[in-house]
């Protein structure tokens, strides 16, 4: 029997940029969190920074297509994310570590990746391979058939990590996703994200100037739903030089751009 291919499944997988966003607006409740926003990003590690409440996490709910845009547009990985038609290809195609994610405590490790792999709709007969290479990259192999509720912050994250990787996603969305890791997986997680960024985009926000230092090939940063700055983690180090406060030159670079854009914004 010949099957009829459908347009999508031809449909060009390359694009110039993952996320496309022109002045985009989003609200978290009624709060205007994002404020037009806009931002290009394309295949590479980029760390998002910003202080509390700068919009992070809601921007990367957006991206999530978890909440709509209230305004500007939105463009996912070629598509037009306000295509609802077209959401769930790049929902398959996307990965996302919530900042507080939910689970079933009485889930094992395998249990979770392998449920977060079905949900994002990966053919039956792949998921448990799948799933077993997310867990092994993030050295959870021992713990894989333990149940979520016996483990450490740190490896909860890293099981989180895992079902966010599952289906080798174009577009990784990590919000905050080093809190609990102790040093050496700290090292470890950025080793990964390295590796993942030489063909997906990935967007990992944290506080943690020196995670993007060390691991990120571009910085955006936000500060009241705009953004502040794009560069390289060098530009941090430079701008550091300037003045700012922290306790190494990326830091004081950091809070250097954040005094100038909020004196510049009074
Ligand atoms: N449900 C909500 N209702 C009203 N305001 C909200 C809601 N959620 C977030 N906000 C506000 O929106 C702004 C942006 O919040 P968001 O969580 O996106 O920031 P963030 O940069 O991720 O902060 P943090 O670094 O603290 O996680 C903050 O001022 C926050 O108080």
């Known amino acids: 029997m010949v099957r009829a291919i459908g347009a999508q499944e031809i449909a060009p997988t390359r694009h110039a940029w993952a996320i496309e966003a022109t002045a985009l607006k989003v609200k978290a409740g009624r709060h205007l969190a994002v404020d037009g926003l806009d931002l290009a990003l394309g295949t590479g590690v980029h760390g998002l920074l910003g202080p509390n409440g700068a919009g992070k996490s809601t921007l990367m709910r957006a991206l999530a297509t978890v909440v709509r845009p209230n305004g500007g547009t939105l463009r996912l990985l070629g598509t037009d994310a306000a295509r609802t ?17 939910g689970y ?14 079905w949900l994002r709709e990966m053919p039956a007969s792949a998921v448990p391979a799948a799933a077993q290479r997310a867990i092994e990259r993030v050295r959870l192999a021992d713990r894989a058939d333990k149940r979520l509720k016996s483990l450490s912050g740190g490896m909860l994250r890293r099981a989180g990590i895992a079902q966010a990787i599952v289906n080798e996603p174009d577009l990784l969305l990590l919000d905050e996703p080093t809190v609990g890791l102790d040093p050496e ?17 990935v967007l990992v926000s944290t506080h943690l100037v020196e995670d993007v230092v060390a691991a990120c090939s571009d910085v955006v940063l936000m500060d ?7 560069g390289v983690p060098a530009d941090l180090v430079r701008l550091g030089e300037n003045g700012g406060v922290g306790d190494s030159p990326a830091e004081r670079g950091y809070s250097y751009l954040l005094a100038q854009h909020r004196g510049g914004a009074r």
Do not use: S
């Not at 038609?85 to 994610?101: K, M, V, W």
């Not at 009241?224 to 794009?230: A, D, N, R």
């Open 85 to 101: 038609r077209e959401l769930r290809r790049t929902r398959g195609r996307l990965g996302y570590l919530p900042q507080q994610f």
């Open 185 to 201: 997986q700290r090292v470890e997680f950025r080793e990964l994200i390295r590796e993942l960024g030489t063909e997906a985009c």
């Open 104 to 117: 079933y405590p009485r889930f094992t490790v395998r249990d979770y990746v392998e449920y977060m792999a």
């Open 224 to 230: 009241l739903g705009k953004l502040v700055h794009q």
